[in-house]
């Protein structure tokens, strides 16, 4: 059974860090794009990140570019999303999702296949 879990949210104060964590079993992530995206309170779902399989290029949205870093440990079937300077906006559901079409990702929900249950973060002092 593929699965997707994700780890390492929390409560964290403005101008804080978090690392978030997404395992997988029953595949292996490196074949797969994956992306990050993140759901807030009244908002739709909304891609933030996501690291291609054919050459771990890596794309950001605007709102995350230079303070958001997606990396993947192969030995550990993982990718990570270090998150920096965080802000209120940036609370959220953070669900990781990986894509079985193609090698190179995109920031669009809809071409992702499995989904994590996502982890709460929240941005507050």
């Known amino acids: 059974q593929l699965q997707l879990v994700e780890s390492g949210g929390g409560l964290v104060q403005p101008g804080g860090s978090l690392r978030l964590s997404c395992t997988a079993s029953g595949f292996t992530l490196d074949s797969y794009p994956v992306g990050w995206f993140r759901q807030a309170p009244g908002k739709e779902r909304e891609g933030i990140s996501c690291i291609s399989s054919r050459d771990n290029s890596t794309h950001y949205a605007d709102s995350v570019k230079g303070r958001f870093a997606i990396s993947r440990d192969n030995a550990k079937n993982a990718v990570y999303l270090e998150m920096n300077s965080l802000n209120a906006e940036d609370t959220g559901v953070y669900y990781c999702?990986?894509?079985?079409?193609?090698?190179?990702?995109?920031?669009?929900?809809?071409?992702?296949?499995?989904w994590g249950p996502g982890t709460q973060v929240t941005v507050s002092s």
């Open positions: 999702a990986a894509e079985s079409m193609w090698s190179l990702c995109v920031l669009s929900i809809h071409d992702y296949d499995y």
